[in-house]
């Protein structure tokens, strides 16, 4: 750390000699000024970690500097010593912003120690500042004030402040990946690394490698060590991006990594002990496939230990002004452009099949083919973007329609079950691949031949 730089304030030459003399000796970088309009003048061009200032001098006073310096240089801790010491002045130092406060004649350690706290004080401060600026960069890509996005806030709060697995779902471009990075910046693990992966856009033999690492000769062209994610997030997060398209294989490793704190890479003999906080996310229903087999029952409790659900877009439209103001604030800089009420309206009636990022494409499309600082409904790039189309607004009446007549889900789903397989044919594998399931939960909710 370097040398903290103090200014030290003394009209009596003696005294500022002895009190450099301690100080330097402390490993201070000690400036001296013999007034206060000199220091003030060292203060302009100097951000001085300590003030250290006599109350009794020729023109302006102490106090007087102090005053000052509360407007100059608000963050810099004061401490003020007089031989009149009273408790009028005291009151009058801590009342004008002074940090500390001690009387001539003094005791080296005495003064030494009050200007040691109030260094203290300002390097936690600085340190404060500099996390919650980082902190609010990243909570700021988190916008919108619907109920659905404020229960989101508050457990983002709660699980911030523990050390347990994250599963957040939702469909894709509802913005999981940003609320794991906000998880990450405001947790206990702040400090240590944030890596993450998407499981399902590389291949199951090359995750594998990614996460575990291997050793030297574990496959052909492994001539070297290589450590894995989870060797290299220690300390810190994992994001597992669409966990749910994980393979067997390695599910089965992530969980025994879970369950012991160990990683054992490609090729090794020993295991490696790892300590990493993991951040799951998937757009599939998990509880589906741990039902039908496809994801480790034993794995989904271990990453499902604290569930965050973000709706999706169309659910929270309330949420959409905030939204686009925030692209605009991002795209435009200080160039003040925004959306017209008719077209923040416009844009509340849309569908959004891709979420917040779909939101977030139409309005950087929109503000690089319009030059217009207020943007009306006749400007809008939805190019399809959005848009709901005639089989949605039907499938909307038909919903309401069945909610009018009373009908269970139960009831919806054998009908459209059964109006699937009509128009398959009765081909049972087609119909299952059209429903989204497997032969085996079609055939135990219809069984007939």
């Given at each position: 750390m370097t040398a903290a730089q103090l200014l030290l304030v003394e009209d009596d030459t003696a005294m500022r000699q002895m009190l450099e003399s301690l100080f330097r000796g402390e490993g201070y970088h000690v400036s001296e000024a013999s007034s206060a309009k000199a220091a003030l003048d060292l203060?302009?061009?100097?951000?001085?970690?300590?003030?250290?200032?006599?109350?009794?001098?020729?023109g302006k006073s102490g106090l007087d500097l102090l005053r000052e310096l509360r407007v100059l240089r608000p963050d810099t801790p004061v401490v003020l010593m007089t031989a009149f010491g009273s408790v009028d002045t005291a009151i009058d130092a801590m009342r004008t912003g002074a940090f500390g406060y001690t009387t001539k004649p003094f005791e080296p350690e005495e003064v030494l120690e009050t200007v040691n706290r109030a260094l203290?004080?300002?390097?936690?401060?600085?340190?404060?500042?500099?996390?919650?600026?980082?902190?609010?960069?990243?909570?700021?890509?988190?916008?919108?004030?619907?109920?659905?996005?404020?229960?989101?806030?508050a457990v983002i709060r709660r699980a911030a402040q523990v050390d347990a697995n994250v599963l957040i779902s939702g469909e894709s471009g509802t913005g999981k990946a940003v609320v794991a990075r906000t998880l990450h910046h405001h947790g206990v693990r702040a400090s240590g690394p944030f890596l993450s992966v998407s499981c399902g856009a590389i291949a199951e033999s090359v995750l594998e490698a990614e996460l575990f690492g291997y050793a030297p000769g574990a496959f052909a062209g492994a001539n070297e060590a290589k450590r894995g994610l989870l060797a290299r997030a220690d300390g810190g997060t994992l994001f597992l991006d669409e966990v749910g398209d994980l393979g067997p294989a390695v599910q089965a490793k992530l969980l025994r990594v879970l369950q012991d704190g160990q990683i054992l890479p490609l090729g090794a003999v020993e295991p490696v002990r790892v300590d990493v906080r993991i951040i799951a996310a998937t757009r599939r229903d998990l509880e589906a496939d741990v039902e039908e087999g496809r994801f480790r029952r034993e794995l989904y409790y271990r990453l499902n230990v604290i569930p965050i659900h973000l709706r999706p877009l169309r659910e929270r439209a309330e949420?959409?002004?905030?939204?686009?103001?925030?692209?605009?604030?991002?795209?435009?800089?200080a160039?003040?452009?925004?959306?017209?009420?008719?077209?923040?309206?416009?844009?509340?009636?849309?569908?959004?099949?891709?979420?917040?990022?779909?939101?977030?494409?139409?309005?950087?499309?929109?503000?690089?083919?319009?030059d217009a600082d207020l943007i009306h409904v006749c400007d809008l790039r939805l190019d399809g973007a959005g848009e709901s189309d005639a089989s949605d607004h039907a499938l909307e009446l038909g919903l309401a329609e069945a909610a009018r007549a009373g009908l269970t889900l139960r009831d919806v789903e054998d009908r459209y079950i059964a109006r699937v397989l009509a128009r398959t044919g009765g081909k049972k594998g087609e119909a299952a691949r059209l429903l989204g399931i497997d032969r085996k939960t079609l055939y135990r909710r219809n069984p007939k031949d």
């Open positions: 203060a302009r061009t100097t951000d001085f970690d300590v003030v250290l200032s006599d109350i009794r001098m020729p203290s004080r300002r390097r936690v401060e600085e340190r404060n500042r500099a996390d919650h600026e980082r902190r609010d960069e990243t909570f700021q890509n988190l916008v919108g004030d619907s109920a659905a996005m404020r229960a989101v806030y949420d959409i002004p905030a939204l686009v103001e925030a692209f605009v604030r991002r795209q435009s800089g160039r003040p452009r925004r959306f017209s009420r008719e077209a923040l309206r416009r844009l509340q009636e849309c569908a959004w099949r891709g979420n917040v990022r779909e939101l977030g494409n139409l309005v950087q499309r929109t503000l690089a083919l319009c």
